[in-house]
């Protein structure tokens, strides 16, 4: 049987207005709010809390996440399904058709600016292209893509940015019996202020101190009152390193990017800091994937010995492991838009103003549609022979870790590079052993994964 767009018809509307789209019941939005998104907020959204998230691995609570969204699928059909929030209007998009079209419109009718994203941005970032619109959006998406050098699998200043990283990681291990998130974050920070800032920011660690107190305010969306303070306090600080870095840094390239100063460019190098964080989580996990599967880890070491003496090597192998990473455990698990005009979907209508939430983790690990779910499985990245990332491999499906359309992450490039770049110096020279507090089997992986709580016993190769 079919829906009116040709997509399957897999549950029926049980509750619906003449035109609008299936409404969830009271007792179902209070199950998506404690289920769904309760435990995306309560781990923090744009800062990670790690007791939180700590509770989260041992109560598994992704698994939740995914069981409810199944369930309303179910229950509820493709969707749109509106929510009962009082004084804010929101619909979960549970179909991957819709999911493909609300991303590829953006920013219109689907912006990406949405107003708690606005608000939580805002305490660091109020122009940054993630929170802007039109004419905005449109000149600092360009700046961002250039100094990121979006589209490019290796970065433009790759040697400079693969030197930084492999530094860091030679001091790091240096020594080591083992590689904790604690240190491996100091390390990782150091590497990306060299990288986004420029060398002289290396030791700089009050910027990363002033992002951490506006990234805890920003967990907190409307709640906080803006720290004005601090930021003008950030912003000083960017505006110094912007005015030094050199060559071979990202904020050298920003710079040059915006000569006629009409943009605001200082404002776009807080979600570059801050995105960071996740971007070493990723790569952690990812660490965590190659040290339980002999077999990936084989193939990704032959790949580094062919090119090892490659300035910047592509590393397809490590790149897929990040990329399921990201896939099984994705740092934007909630991806949110706006619609800025009434529309109309296969089971009714959604009006303007309304929040969309994208579960990027029920897409990613609902195993009724999902044929990969819970294992890990680089072939979702590469092409049959292994030798290059196909991010074609995984079909229609709606594997969007990084987004997909006009506002998807222009830095996908960028991080792919930074963090294989730090797994393969870890992997060169030792062999790692994963401690975490849950069992990890690459056949069935676990749906919640504390970074915080997870570290790699060392020896040498
Ligand atoms: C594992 C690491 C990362 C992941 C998984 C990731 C993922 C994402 C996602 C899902 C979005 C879209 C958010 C939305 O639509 O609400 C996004 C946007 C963005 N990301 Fe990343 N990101 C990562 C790291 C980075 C880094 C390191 C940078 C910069 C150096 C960066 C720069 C950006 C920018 C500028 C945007 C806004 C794009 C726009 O609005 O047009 N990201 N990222």
Known sequence: MSSPTGGPVTGRPLVRGTDSVPRATVTDTVRVLARVLGPNVAQGVIARRPAVVRLAQRWQLDAGVVAETARLRRRYGRGPLRLRVPGRELALVLDAEDVHRVLGGTPDPFTPANAEKRAALGQFQPHGVLVSRGADRTSRRRVNEHALDTGHPVHGDAEAIVAAVRAEVDGLLTDADDLTWDAAHRAWRRAVRRVVLGEQARDDVHVHTLMDRLRARANWSFLAPRDRRTRAALRDRLAVHVDRAGPGSLAARLRDADPDGGTDVLDQIPQWLFAADPALMVAHRALALLAIDPDARERARRQMAEVADHTAPLLPQVRAAVLESARLWPTTPLILRDTTEATTWATGSVPAGAGLLVVATFLHRDESREPT?????????????????????????????????????????????????????????????????????????????????????????
Do not use: K, Y
Not at 381 to 390: E, I, K, Y
Not at 392 to 401: Q, S
Not at 427 to 432: G, I, K, N, S
């Open 373 to 461: 779910a819970h294992r890990f499985a680089p072939e979702n990245w590469l092409s049959p022979d292994g030798g290059s990332l196909d991010e074609t491999a995984h079909d229609h499906r709606p594997l969007v870790p990084f987004s997909e359309g006009p506002a998807s992450c222009p830095g996908q490039d960028l991080v792919l590079l930074m963090t294989s770049t730090w797994i393969a110096a870890v992997l060169a020279r030792h062999e790692v052993v994963a401690r975490t507090a849950v069992a990890l089997d690459p056949a069935s992986l676990p749906a919640s994964l504390s970074p915080f709580d997870l570290a790699f016993d060392l020896t040498g190769r």
